[in-house]
């Protein structure tokens, strides 16, 4: 087997056990990346010699024999709407094509501190806004399961990255499914954790109250291990949750004995691929073979998601987005004066989808729709919460549908923003909510793609989640868990 | 498409400063209908007498200490500046009149 | 009767004196070499987020606990949405529709009556940063330049309803405001470094009439003087286009302060839509009782009390109370001085007088000069061991030297010299050293006495009696 092909805990065990350096095992991503990502495109920047100094640094440490946390000399690869001081930091959108971050963010931090190489910053829909990388102003990452086909967004560039073997763990942010949403398309363990359990400081903002960054790995140990290192309270956040971190990796093995998952009938209902509808509920009945108890459950409200969440989301992304006017970093047009700068710099800056978004967030908020749109979305937030909360009273987790159908073709919705909107149907209410939420694999449909399911806790319970996910990993048999990937074709197919 | 409309999408793409160009103004704004098609879905449901949920976490501001920290250095501050002057960002006359 | 009333609200902005910003650990210090001051977050950079400074909105909620201001429990930050280079995010972050505090009022003192302004609110948000023209003005100015130090700075906003009815009343009202805010110590109100500024809302109705006028907001008004001036001017310009039949636009207007006008700024962005939601990187600020409380207990006294309290404990008059007030150190060293003696009126003669003179003139600092140092000196002004004129000079020699008057007294010899023995040498001194004042006095000029009176109490440095040398002059001449 080689290196590159391991998951994050076995890596962490060799490294312990100082069967390999954390050299080797950067270099071995980096060749990787090197034979793969011409084909694939899912990084934005690589920044291979930081990697390589990290890894050396962790080496170093070892040899010393420092207490060393699980994770030190494990590559990792970093959507590029996480600030990275000194790297590139460009959200894919032209009017951050060249912004250098002169601050870490919180994440970041952490994972400097553990020791984990930073292979590069992963392509993404431009400011996080899409579901299939298309909206990068750069170029579009390719599935590592078709390359014909989309990763999903818009931290598609990170699910790829981990799909194919070019990073064993990776960052996301999930503002309404783009960590779930893209690991669902890649055959992975997307995690999008409660809203406030990992500190947002340094997540480019696309809309504050339901950014979340969250791991995606190829499995729940994975991204058990990941979330451990990245979650926890932040003086810098205030809206970062002033809790305990659990040891995650603990009791992973517990089981689902006596667990109550509930089915969200609703989502089956809907127009959804019937290979995906019938792999969740495959999924449900191994559960419920193996002592979870099953049930049906309603959430009326989930198809009245979508709108609040297409009117909240781009309501504070317009003005978030505010911010890029060409005066103090940024992509700056040429004009004769002030207001013509603005408007110049934000037209040429932002694209299409971008543009779309703040467009319907500056109607939502403008004078006389503001309480038809803006905070009429906000009180069905609320009732969504109140559904989730009446739910719980009756299950422990909520399991549904990832995304309705497996990855969909380059350019297959790119001109009609509503299909496009579409595909986040299964992840959106979870996020208006703020409740953990994760993708877990769900076998193969027929055409040969990866199909996801998901699974809902009610706030901090992640750890519930991933014991979930741990099992299902368990369970998995004769089922192809990575693409196969023919490399060697020069990077253009 | 009505006039009407055209006018309030021009009028938000001002507010918004974004610059549409004319064959992009009228894409956006049919997208912008169909896209409050769905956002409109919401106005079935009755909203009456519930509180708007403006964050998820029912949870107090958090207070920090009055004490000064240091400040980035001016060069980080003006790293990425499109247009520096001396220490300070320079920005194009102010007023459209020439 | 005048056939218009005027009518005029206020919207007061404080810049409160903490040591770090609003939302981050920047110095909140006034000057500073441009945008030397800045970080991640007052820049506004991708990805920053605040953090409220507790010293801010405690401070904030002094300021509302002295205006009568009712503290809400809980209250919400929100975003006005609006482009400005010197707005770093695109927003402010500011207090809509669940301010601070609401309602108030702040009694102060106008020709020698008390009034009273009622407020609208009171809250909390944050400054913007500065841009200097490269040029004239903003209208000619080929470029500016942004400097954000100032962004960030806790920002208090005080809005008045339309309560006040003349320019010169929105100057008392406005400087009766920044003394009470610098009582309890909020801010250092400075208008000309821009912590405190005001804008007007104003308007004319028929004298009599209840119902508003249309109201034009002026800006750029930079000093006291500058509120009531364009005030006045407004007032005068709406009235004329009123009785020639015009309308006043709702407009906002720009003090000028060369030629002294209010200029309408015609055509600058209709009415503005600040896109208000709630600031979703804060949470609601919450507010104990037990804080405020606490705020409350801690409040000083405030001017228009201790104005009340100087009278009715020392028997001051009003415009010496005011004095006290209006210069509170000085009122400070009063009531010290108080404490150890008890002629009040003398007192404050002394002090609001002389005292006052020699620390202006020599520039000494108030916190440096003792009390009981004027104590003294009045005492033994009082007992007659001095003469006034001493007691002048020894204020003087203790306020540059800080040196006890007691023992300057004492070792200066400057005790006061009295009766025909001690005098008569000096007397006589005088009179052989003038013949020609002494003839001139004969023969009738009685100005001449004062010349050798003068003599007399140069010879002694001032420690001899006037009257007691005028009168043995004209005994020892005439005889």
């Known amino acids: 087997m080689k290196l590159h092909e391991n998951t994050a805990v076995v890596l962490s065990q060799l490294l312990a056990k100082k069967e390999v350096s954390a050299i080797e095992v950067t270099q071995s991503f980096l060749n990787r990346i090197g034979d793969l990502d011409p084909l694939l495109k899912a990084f934005v920047t690589l920044t291979p010699e930081f990697a390589l100094k990290t890894a050396a640094e962790v080496d170093q440490k070892r040899i010393n024999g420092k207490r060393l946390h699980p994770l030190a000399g494990v590559p990792i690869a970093i959507k590029d709407n996480i600030c990275t001081e000194g790297i590139k930091t460009t959200c894919a959108s032209r009017i951050l094509s060249n912004y250098h971050p002169p601050f870490d963010a919180t994440v970041v931090s952490s994972l400097k501190a553990i020791g984990m190489p930073l292979l590069g910053k992963t392509n993404m829909d431009e400011f996080a806004m899409g579901s299939s990388t298309e909206n990068s102003a750069f170029f579009t990452s390719r599935n590592p399961w078709d390359p014909e086909r989309v990763p999903g967004g818009s931290s598609g560039g990170s699910a790829v990255a981990v799909a194919a073997g070019m990073a064993p763990l990776a960052l996301g942010s999930d503002t309404g499914g783009s960590v779930r949403q893209p690991a669902s398309f890649c055959g992975l363990i997307g995690l999008r954790p409660t809203y406030g359990r990992v500190s947002r400081y340094g997540l480019i903002a696309f809309a504050s109250s339901l950014d979340q960054i969250g791991p995606l790995a190829l499995t729940a140990e994975d991204a058990a291990l990941l979330l451990g290192a990245i979650a926890g309270y932040d003086r810098l956040d205030s809206t970062s949750l002033p809790e305990d971190v659990p040891d995650y990796s603990k009791e992973l093995g517990a089981g689902i004995k006596g667990i109550r998952i509930g089915l969200i009938g609703e989502n089956v209902d809907q127009q959804f691929d019937p290979e995906v509808n019938a792999a969740v509920k495959r999924k449900l009945t191994m559960l419920e073979q193996h002592g979870a108890v099953t049930g049906e459950v309603s959430l009326p409200l989930t198809d009245y998601g979508l709108g609040a969440y297409y009117l909240i989301a781009p309501s504070e992304a317009s003005s978030n987005l505010g911010r890029y006017d060409g005066v ?53 937030r609320t009732m969504i919460r109140r559904n989730y909360e009446k739910a719980f009273q009756s299950f422990d987790l909520i399991l549904g549908a990832a995304t309705p159908t497996p990855a969909f073709k380059i350019g297959e919705k790119s001109d009609d923003p509503l299909q496009m909107y579409l595909s986040d149907v299964c992840n959106i209410n979870d996020a208006l909510a703020g409740i953990p939420s994760i993708s877990v694999p769900a076998g193969l449909h027929s055409s040969g793609l990866p199909m996801g399911m998901q699974i809902s806790a009610p706030p901090s319970g992640e750890k519930l989640l991933l014991a979930a996910a741990h099992f299902l990993d368990g369970q998995k048999r004769g089922v192809p868990q990575r693409p196969q990937l023919e490399i060697g074709e020069g990077g253009s197919k | 498409m009505s006039e009407d409309f055209l006018k309030e999408v021009e009028h938000v793409s001002r507010l918004a400063r974004l610059n549409l160009k004319p064959d992009e103004k009228e894409k956006v704004a049919g997208q912008l209908q169909s896209i409050l098609g769905i956002a409109k879905k919401i106005q079935e449901l009755d909203t009456t007498g519930v509180e708007p949920t403006s964050h998820v976490i029912n949870l107090p501001a958090i207070l920090r200490e009055d004490v000064v920290r240091s400040s980035l250095p001016v060069d980080q501050v003006l790293l990425n500046a499109p247009k520096r002057n001396k220490n300070y960002f320079q920005v194009p006359r102010i007023t459209a009149v020439e | 009767m005048d056939r218009y009333e005027t009518v005029i609200g206020l919207e007061i902005h404080v810049e409160l004196q903490t040591a770090s910003k609003l939302f981050c650990g920047c110095s909140a210090t006034f000057g500073g070499e441009p945008n030397s001051n800045c970080c991640p977050v007052c820049l506004g950079l991708p990805g920053s987020l605040p953090v409220f400074n507790r010293r801010a909105i405690e401070l904030a909620a002094t300021a509302a606990l002295a205006l009568n201001s009712e503290i809400q429990g809980k209250s919400r930050f929100d975003r006005k949405n609006y482009f400005y280079p010197d707005l770093p995010k695109a927003y402010q972050v500011s207090q809509y529709d669940q301010p601070l505090a609401k309602g108030g009022f702040l009694d102060f003192r106008i020709k020698n009556e008390i009034r009273r302004v009622n407020l609208e609110r009171v809250h909390l948000e944050e400054e ?111 009235e004329k286009i009123l009785n020639s039949g015009g309308k006043v636009g709702q407009e906002t207007c720009h003090w000028n302060e060369e030629t002294r006008e209010t200029i309408p700024l015609r055509g600058k962005e209709g009415s503005s839509d600040y896109r208000y939601f709630p600031e979703p990187d804060l949470l609601p600020l919450l507010l104990e009782k037990s804080l405020i409380r606490e705020l409350a207990a801690s409040l000083p006294e405030l001017p228009l009390q201790r104005f009340q ?171």
């Not at chain 3, 009040?344 to 916190?367: C, H, I, K, S, T």
């Not at chain 3, 540059?400 to 005098?423: C, H, M, V, W, Y």
């Open chain 3, 128 to 238: 913007a940063g500065k841009l200097l023209h490269a040029g004239e003005s903003i209208l000619d100015a080929e470029y500016s330049l942004v400097d954000y130090n100032r962004a960030g700075i806790p920002l208090l906003e005080i809005v008045t309803r339309p309560d006040l009815r003349s320019g010169s009343e929105a100057r008392f009202f406005l400087e009766s405001l920044r003394l009470l805010l610098l009582y309890i110590g909020v801010s250092d109100c400075k208008m000309e470094e821009g912590s405190l500024r005001c804008d007007a809302n104003i308007s004319l109705r028929p004298t009599g009439s209840q119902e508003l006028g249309i109201k034009t907001e002026v800006k750029n008004m930079n000093s006291f003087k500058a509120v009531e001036a364009a005030l006045e001017f407004e007032a005068v310009r709406q």
């Open chain 1, 328 to 380: 103090r970093y940024g992509y700056k047009a040429e004009s004769r004066h002030l207001e013509e700068m603005f408007s110049n710099t934000r037209g040429e800056g932002f694209g299409a989808e971008v543009k779309r978004r703040i467009m319907i967030g500056t109607y939502a908020l403008s004078a006389g729709y503001y309480d038809a749109y803006y905070l009429k979305a906000m009180q069905v």
């Open chain 3, 309 to 479: 309290r100087l009278q009715d404990n020392y028997g001051l008059a009003e415009s010496e109370a005011q004095i006290f007030i209006d210069n509170r150190d000085l009122g400070d060293f009063f009531e010290s001085a108080a404490k150890t003696y008890n002629n009040y009126r003398n007192l404050a003669n002394w002090v609001q007088g002389d005292f006052l003179f020699q620390v202006r003139e020599r520039g000494y600092r108030l916190e440096k000069t003792l009390p009981d140092h004027l104590v003294e000196i009045l005492v033994q002004l009082d007992n007659g061991e001095i003469s006034r004129p001493v007691a002048k000079n020894l204020l003087a020699e203790s306020l540059k030297t800080g040196r006890s008057p007691l023992e300057l007294i004492a070792t200066n010899n400057l005790g006061r010299i009295t009766g025909r023995d001690q005098l008569l040498p000096l007397v006589e001194q005088v009179i052989a050293e003038n013949p020609g004042a002494v003839d001139n006095f004969r023969r009738g000029k009685e100005k001449a006495v004062a010349f050798l009176v003068g003599k007399v109490m140069a010879l002694s440095s001032g420690r001899a009696d006037p009257g007691e040398l005028n009168r043995l002059f004209r005994d020892i001449i005439t005889k």
